[in-house]
């Protein structure tokens, strides 16, 4: 590994710890030519499925876009940063863990709306005001019945 202080590509291992949440293992570095010490992280590479969007473009997944959707659904409400990033991890998560190479934009956005479903209504009818695309206010109030009657939009 390159030292960042002099570029030499020689150095020693000093301590390696594996993180707390068992992703990724740190390594504490010695470069041998100009003797700093400086930190490594080591992580698997994880293959991100492309997203194949309604009209058939295909492009890589992005986490960003979904925290920038769930922060225009969830403004002004009262709803930790922490709690948005953690739903980001899940959907990211369960992505990965599908083992595909493509998947569907729709399959995204209805995760989505599950996990804002269960955080908070106003948030899951704003997204799902310009996920779902309504046509007019009874296809909102339609949606808005389901929510709180308990059921599921595929299932009424």
Same mark, same amino acid.
């Given at each position: 590994?390159?030292? &960042? ?5 020689e ?37 991100? &499925? ?9 492009? &890589?997944?992005?986490m ?13 409400? &009262?709803?930790?940063t ?13 992505l990965?863990?599908?083992g ?34 309504f ?22």
């Amino acid at each position: 590994m390159k030292c &960042p202080f002099c570029a030499n590509i020689e150095d020693r291992v000093i301590d390696s710890r594996t993180s707390k949440e068992g992703d990724s293992i740190r390594r504490r570095r010695e470069c041998l030519g100009c003797g700093e010490r400086f930190t490594s992280y080591e992580r698997v590479e994880e293959v991100v &499925p492309m997203v194949i969007k309604k009209d058939g473009r295909r492009e &890589p997944f992005d986490m960003s876009k979904i925290k920038s959707g769930l922060l225009i659904a969830c403004k002004k409400r &009262p709803i930790e940063t922490d709690r948005l990033d953690r739903i980001v991890e899940t959907i990211e998560k369960k992505l990965i863990g599908l083992g595909v190479k493509e998947v569907q934009s729709s399959w995204i956005g209805e995760q989505i709306m599950a996990e804002l479903k269960d955080l908070d209504k106003v948030a899951y009818v704003r997204f799902a005001s310009v996920y779902r695309q309504f046509k007019d206010i009874n296809d909102l109030m339609d949606e808005v019945k389901t929510l709180f009657d308990g059921k599921d939009k595929k299932n009424a």
